[in-house]
């Protein structure tokens, strides 16, 4: 049978509990209520304060259950809704066993605040990982993912595949308003004469300045003469030309420039009339952007980056020797499902999701007698072990006499 003390005081000093329950194997205190709250708690400090004996497992505090709506709700005006901390693992962990997401955040309010928010002094932010599909993904009216960063030196978004595949992919159109720096490139589309089983790429073509490349044909009159017209932006965005010139037939003639370019034309003489000429024109850039940001051909690593190279694997050198090294595996992201999972699932969890790292891929059967299992405990009833409640059983005896008395 359950004993239950209700008090109050006045009195200054340490202020006693209201109602206490204690009782060996079922609940201290059970609260009901037909159309109001079955228990309410009100306090200076606290409304409501749980405790639990338990060192380790998924018990709690204080536990709320329901089956149709929310297990615990915290609602406040001014304050946070539902404050969580821990001095060492995760201050808050939610698990869905069903096809909704594990963990849920919402702004609705005139003010542009954030659904979810996530905050770190030394590590990430917002960690996202998922064993077969986006690790994080976002999705808006405006920018899907946006990514800011107020250090010259860092990076926005920055994207990596630590087994050498690609690592990032754009479907669709891509704009850069400043300069890329790349190790390589070209295009890859599909094969044009066998579009369904091969690729076809080229590469870029390099060079140590900004450059742009004019080309064409043109055929000289009965004088031996043409005249090239060019955009009419050409002179304002190039300068230092440089021409090409290819005769194109049968007979052997001879082409040169006559005229350079002056008014967006040049003009082209050749040795013999009606002669077809390929030309081609190259003028280094001029324009504003190319001479605010002129291309550096050759510069000194600053004494950070010296000792580290941007692909430490061509020279023999370990990945801690690369500017941007990769990240740690992914057993960081296997330690938070286990800790949020039944305690008695931990070590086939993580020898799972070890292999399916390993292995690349989920094995559905084996996740779906994993979910089943998991949700099988967790329905479980979360009362603490009789064992332990009479080990501390002595505690709590002494707790109500000091309670008693001060009554």
């Known amino acids: 049978m359950a004993r239950v003390e209700g008090f109050e005081t006045n009195q200054t000093g340490q202020i006693p509990s209201g109602v206490v329950g204690f009782v060996g194997s079922a609940t201290g205190v059970v609260g009901s209520s037909v159309r109001g709250d079955g228990v309410r708690g009100f306090g200076d400090l606290y409304g409501v304060a749980g405790t639990t004996f338990a060192d380790r497992g998924q018990y709690a505090g204080v536990f709320g259950q329901s089956a149709n709506t929310a297990g615990v ?21 939610s698990v869905s066993y069903g096809s909704a997401a594990g963990a849920n955040g919402l702004n609705f309010s005139n003010a ?5 928010a996530g905050t770190s002094v030394l590590g990430n932010g917002v960690d996202g990982f998922s064993f077969s599909s986006d690790g994080v993904r976002g999705e808006g009216r405006a920018v899907g993912v946006h990514g800011v960063v107020r250090d010259r030196a860092a990076h ?53 300045e900004m450059l742009n490349v004019y080309s064409g044909t043109v055929t000289t ?7 090239v017209t060019l955009p009419d932006y050409f002179e304002v965005l190039n300068q230092d030309y440089r021409y090409q010139l290819t005769v194109v037939g049968p007979r052997f003639a001879q082409a040169i420039v006559k ?22 024109v190259t003028g280094a850039r001029r324009d504003a952007w190319a ?8 510069r000194e690593k600053t004494p950070a980056q010296r000792g580290r190279y941007l692909h430490p694997e061509l020279y023999g050198k370990a990945n801690e020797a690369a500017l941007y090294p990769t990240t740690a595996s992914s057993s960081s992201s296997i330690d938070s499902v286990r800790t949020a999972l039944p305690e008695t699932l931990r070590d086939r969890i993580e020898r799972v999701l070890g292999a399916w790292l390993q292995a690349g891929h989920v094995d559905r059967v084996e996740l779906s007698g994993l979910l089943a299992d998991a ?10 072990r009789e064992s332990s409640l009479e080990e501390r059983w002595r505690d709590v005896q002494a707790m109500l006499e000091r309670v008693l008395k001060t009554a």
């Open 375 to 384: 949700a099988r405990l967790s329905e479980a009833a979360s009362a603490p």
């Open 221 to 227: 009159d009965k004088y031996g003469e043409g005249c």
């Open 73 to 93: 709700k915290g609602v406040s005006t001014r304050g946070i809704g539902v404050f969580a901390e821990s001095l060492e693992t995760f201050g808050s962990s």
């Open 259 to 280: 005229q350079e370019i002056c008014g967006q034309r040049f003009v082209i003489a050749t040795s013999k009339p009606q002669t077809k000429v390929s030309w081609q």
């Open 156 to 208: 926005g978004v920055l994207g990596e595949n630590t087994a050498g595949g690609s690592a990032g992919t754009f479907v669709g159109h891509v704009r850069v308003t400043g300069s890329i720096s790349k190790g390589g490139g070209g295009f890859e589309i599909d094969h044009p004469t066998t579009p369904d089983a091969r690729f076809l790429a080229h590469a870029f073509v390099e060079s140590p």
């Open 291 to 298: 001479r605010a940001n002129p291309l550096v051909v050759e």
């Open 112 to 116: 542009s605040a954030p659904g979810t």
